[in-house]
């Protein structure tokens, strides 16, 4: 299974970007999918998941209002908008499946394949 995760990029405060994640693999298909970032510096964190049976959705409080996950329309993609970036959302931002079994959203050892993560970077 691999996991392309595209979108990042340099911006300054206020402006918005857009990540894609596509999962591939044989017959693979997620039961959630979502998103950490880690800031230089900083553990690795929790920003957004997805869980594909019901479109419900989980976000980081410091995210809420203005990230948001969607499923994308081709197979195992999602995406986040991100919206009125602040500074303190620059990290490398990393997706990650869930294939089924225990799933805790906002803990990173739930998920079962990671992507090589997307930089981005938010300037004042």
């Known amino acids: 299974v691999q996991l392309q995760a595209s979108g990042g990029g340099s911006v300054q405060a206020g402006d918005s970007l857009r990540l894609s994640c596509s999962a591939s693999?044989?017959?693979?298909?997620?039961?959630?999918m979502g998103w950490f970032r880690q800031a230089p510096g900083k553990e690795r964190e929790f920003v957004t998941a997805?869980?594909?049976?019901?479109?419900?959705?989980f976000y980081a409080d410091s995210v809420k209002g203005r990230f948001t996950i969607s499923r994308g329309n081709a197979k195992n993609t999602v995406h986040v908008q991100m919206n009125n970036l602040k500074p303190e959302d620059t990290a490398v931002y990393y997706c990650?499946?869930?294939?089924?079994?225990?799933?805790?959203?906002?803990?990173?050892?739930?998920?079962?394949?990671w992507g090589q993560g997307t930089l981005v970077t938010v300037s004042s």
């Open positions: 997805i869980r594909f049976s019901d479109s419900y959705t």
């Open positions: 693999g044989g017959t693979f298909s997620p039961w959630a």
């Open positions: 990650a499946a869930h294939e089924g079994g225990y799933f805790y959203a906002t803990d990173g050892r739930t998920y079962n394949y």
